[in-house]
C-alpha cells in the first residue's frame, strides 16, 4: 500500500490558477497510475484526471484544457495544475493510487490521499 498527502489547495479567485502536489510513500510498484479526484457538497465524487507510470494522461470533459497532470517520479510526486478557475470546480480535491489503471477510474483505488479544499469564489 502508498501513502498519500495532498497539500495546495485554498481560496482563489474565479479565473484564478493553484497547484495541487500530492506526495507518494510506501510501496511505489502501488502506485503506477496516479489519479485526481473532486467532491463536491451535496455531490458525488468524480474522476478529475488521470496519468500513468509513463506519463499517459485522462481527463474530465469539464477540465480539459484548463487542468494538466503531472508527475515527477524521482520525488514520487503528483501534481495537478489548474488553471481558469471557476465556482463550480470548488471541492475537495483527492488523491487516489492503484497499480491497476481500471480501478484509478472506476472510483476503486487501492489508496486515497485525506483530500485537499479548494474554494474558487465568484
Known amino acids: 500500500q502508498v501513502q498519500l498527502v495532498e497539500s495546495g489547495g485554498g481560496l482563489v479567485q474565479h479565473g484564478g490558477s493553484l497547484r495541487l502536489s500530492c506526495a507518494a510513500s510506501g510501496d511505489t510498484s502501488c502506485w503506477s497510475v496516479m489519479g485526481w479526484y473532486r467532491q463536491a457538497p451535496g455531490k458525488e465524487r468524480e474522476l478529475v484526471a488521470t496519468?500513468?507510470?509513463?506519463?499517459?494522461?485522462n481527463y474530465a470533459d469539464s477540465v480539459k484544457g484548463r487542468f494538466t497532470i503531472s508527475r515527477d517520479n524521482a520525488k514520487n510526486t503528483v501534481y495537478l495544475q489548474m488553471n481558469s478557475l471557476k465556482p463550480e470546480d470548488t471541492a475537495v480535491y483527492y488523491c487516489?493510487?492503484?497499480?491497476?489503471?481500471?480501478?484509478?477510474?472506476?472510483?476503486?483505488?487501492?489508496?486515497w490521499g485525506q483530500g485537499t479544499q479548494v474554494t474558487v469564489s465568484s
Open positions: 487516489a493510487a492503484d497499480p491497476l489503471i481500471d480501478r484509478v477510474q472506476i472510483g476503486s483505488p487501492g489508496s
Open positions: 496519468i500513468t507510470d509513463r506519463g499517459s494522461t
